[in-house]
Structure formats: C-alpha cells, structure tokens
C-alpha cells in the first residue's frame, strides 16, 4: 500500500530533507483569515502555507461552486515556487483531521504526483507529541512540478443529471447529517442533497483521537456503504469539493481505489434552480 499517512515521529525526521516539502493547509470556513494567522503563529518548521480560497481554488462564476479546481498553470508555478519536483514527498497538514489537507492530497494526485502523505492527526497531534515549531516562513525554493491531469477522475453536473438516481454511480454526500438532510444550512442558500445521494459524514473517517482508522476498519465500512457497487461507480461530493476528498482518501487508504470527485458538489447543483433537491435522510 502506499505512504497516504506519515506520523509526527517520521516526519520530524525528516524535517531538513531537501526530497521534503511540507504544506499547512488550515483554514476555517467562517474566518477566511484564521488558517494564515494560525500559521504565522505556529507552524511546523519549513512548512509552506497555503489558502484554500487563493491558492487550491479557482475563480468562481456564481454557479461552479464555492470552492472550483485551481487554474492548472497557477496552481503548477505555486508547486514551483515551493520546491515540488517529480520525487519530492509532499506532506500536507491542517487542524481539523484533514479535512482541508485532502483538498491538496487529491490535487496533486489529480495532477499526476504520488507522492504526497497526510500528516496523521494533524498539527494537534504534532503539538501533543512536542514537536519542533516555527514562526518563520521558508524561502522559496525551486520545482519542476509539471501538472499532468488525469482523465476521468471528475465528474460534472450534467453527468450527474443523467445518471443520478438510475443506479448508474453510487453517489456520496461528506456533509454533515443536517446539512445532507436540509434541516440547517449555514453556508449554501439552500438546504437538501442530490435525490439518491447517500451521507457519509467525513469525521466518520477519523478514530476518537483525530487519527484515520485502520485500513480494514475503513474497507469494512465502506463496502457496506457501497452494497456491491464498485470504487469505479463511486462518486463523491459535499458541499464544495473539498471535504469529499476526505472519503476519497479514505477510500484509497481501505485499498478501495478509483472512485470519482464532483468538484462542484452541494453548492454548484443547488445554484441552478432547476435541478432536483431531494431533503430528509
């Protein structure tokens, strides 16, 4: 199996390895600014920031969603100017069990780099062990990042128009149950779930430790959530595309690899007024 996870231990042992490069990720959904100060506080030494609006995002239109996939020639000089070549091992991290560091563990996959690991459990779990920090931020360091996107790991809104609730894909919502269920929504203007759309709320991943489960604890609670549906006939979403990559990866960390992202997700769908909205569990 590969390296999805790296442990405090390790990577403190790797914290001056130039094949190293680490990226803080955190971020908070109701205080754009709070990851940035949180990083200029106390970070992991040589660790690089970056924002889930400016830098793993790209520009919105009103109706492809809160969060779009970056602009590749951006995203790929932003990978350059940080020291990303074709053997580095990324590491990515944020506060929140990963829950935005997928979002860049997904990207560079996408974008055809394999080596990139999640810090398990986070810069808490780094914080508790006593682990080295920092207030400085790195220089720039020079990459060769060439982004080489990977063909039919997305899937769009038509697709999911058609193929919806024929059977045709199993479709996964990462939101939370009231979110998924219309009971609250405090970030779309509308509440509600694409009609066939199972929930799989994404801290569903974690142990009580803020830790991933163990691999066959994971495979045995999505081949459940599946019923004989396939990783290939998988699709996931939530409300923007980010913490869907959260199932994602813990799919692949179950060795249940090729399931598909909806980038626009809950926030692309419910902009068109025509589109079905299904509420309830």
């Known amino acids: 199996m590969e390296n999805f996870l790296v442990s405090p231990q390790e990577l403190a042992g790797h914290l001056d390895d130039p094949d190293w490069v680490v990226f803080d990720t955190r971020h908070d959904l109701a205080n754009a600014e709070e990851g940035r100060l949180a990083y200029a506080e106390s970070h992991v030494p040589g660790a690089y920031f970056l924002h889930l609006d400016e830098d793993l995002s790209g520009a919105k239109t009103g109706k492809n969603g809160r969060h779009p996939l970056p602009d590749l020639a951006e995203f790929a000089r932003r990978m350059n100017e940080r020291g990303v070549k074709p053997d580095t091992q990324v590491v ?29 459990g986070g810069f808490p779990a780094w914080e508790k062990e006593g682990r ?46 009231e979110r998924f269920s219309g009971a609250k929504e405090p970030i779309d203007p509308v509440g509600g779930h694409v009609p066939g759309a ?53 799919m ?19 902009a068109d007024p025509a589109r079905p909205i299904a509420t309830g569990s």
């Not at 060795?255 to 769908?269: C, D, M, N, T």
């Open 92 to 120: 990515v991290y944020d506060d929140m069990g990963g829950n935005f560091a997928v979002r860049l563990w997904w990207t560079l996959r996408w974008l055809g780099h394999d080596r990139v690991a999640l810090l398990d």
């Open 252 to 270: 692949e960390l179950a060795g249940l690899a090729g399931a598909r992202l909806y980038p626009g997700s809950w926030s692309e769908w419910c």
């Open 198 to 250: 199972v929930n799989r709320f994404w801290q569903r991943n974690l142990a009580a430790d803020g830790r991933f489960k163990s691999p066959g604890a994971l495979r045995e609670e999505y081949a459940a959530l599946l019923a004989g549906a396939s990783p290939s006939q998988t699709v996931h979403m939530c409300g923007s595309g980010v913490t869907a990559c959260h199932n994602i990866f813990a």
């Open 132 to 177: 080295p920090v920092s207030r400085e931020s790195p220089a720039p360091r020079p990459g060769s990042f060439v982004p080489k996107p990977h063909l039919g790991w997305t899937v769009d809104a038509p697709f999911l128009e058609r193929f919806h609730g024929g059977g045709v894909v199993k479709l996964l919502d990462a939101r939370g149950a």
